[in-house]
């Protein structure tokens, strides 16, 4: 069935530090891939998603781009900020099914320090 | 900007208690979703539903899990006869229209079976 595998966490990264969550997942088809976000005490919200193979989504300076050939989609962002630690998770839409179902990662806890 | 409302944000029950969790969605959306976080785990997908009937649910929803739109506004978990292991997040989502494919969450009722 489909799934998807996020990096353990935490990650603990300094201000101003690279970010790279790793995130690869498993479906038939051609799923559509996403990035939420949740910050303490909040729910999820979306941060950026992509629907086709090599598609880059980006918002708030966080990018992903849809991997078909290594069914990835690694979260990056080129310099982190203190406001960014919240937990980080990796979907899919539940490609085959009756509806578009999100099926999701674990869950990745970034902390950033000052 | 619109948002998916839930009610209440935490609710304490005893095992056995019949808890219903409420949720406000965006007002033009037309899919519904309930989903739960057990502490330390992943967002798992419980029930979709469109146009007054269950479109999809997964193993997790049982015969003591149901479901109602009452009014057209608001969105009902009704979980029947709690257990120790219902104790968890509970999120609200919506969704509109289909072939858009971003759920809208609200923040979640954190139910604790005791």
């Known amino acids: 069935g489909n799934s998807v595998t996020q990096m353990e966490g935490p990650v603990t990264l300094s201000e101003e530090a690279f970010l790279t969550i790793n995130c690869t997942y498993t479906?038939?088809?051609?799923?559509?891939l996403f990035w939420y976000v949740q910050y303490p005490g909040e729910g999820l919200q979306l941060l950026l998603k992509?629907?086709?193979?090599?598609d880059k989504g980006s918002n708030k300076g966080f990018e992903a781009t849809y991997r078909k050939e290594t069914t990835s989609f690694h979260l990056e962002k080129g310099s982190v900020q203190v406001s960014d630690s919240a937990v980080y998770f990796c979907?899919?839409?539940?490609?085959?099914?009756?509806?578009?179902?999100?099926?999701f990662g674990t869950g990745t806890l970034l902390a950033v320090q000052p | 900007e619109p948002e998916v409302t839930q009610t209440p944000s935490h609710q304490v029950t005893q095992m056995g208690q019949e808890v219903i969790l409420r949720c406000v969605p965006i007002?033009?959306?037309?899919?519904f979703y309930w989903y739960r976080q057990i502490l330390g785990q992943k967002v798992e997908f419980l029930v979709s539903?469109?146009?007054?009937?269950?479109?999809?649910k997964s193993e997790i929803f049982d015969d003591q899990f149901s479901v109602e739109r009452p009014d057209g506004s608001n969105f009902t978990l009704k979980i029947r006869s709690t257990k120790l292991e219902d104790s968890a997040m509970y999120f609200c989502?919506?969704?509109?229209?289909?072939?858009?494919?971003?759920?809208?969450f609200g923040p979640g009722t954190r139910l604790l079976v005791l």
């Open positions: 989502a919506s969704v509109f229209p289909k072939t858009q494919e971003t759920q809208y």
């Open positions: 007002s033009n959306h037309l899919y």
């Open positions: 479906a038939t088809g051609y799923p559509s």
């Open positions: 979907a899919l839409s539940g490609y085959g099914g009756a509806t578009n179902k999100l099926i």
């Open positions: 539903f469109y146009n007054n009937e269950i479109s999809e």
């Open positions: 992509a629907t086709k193979a090599d």
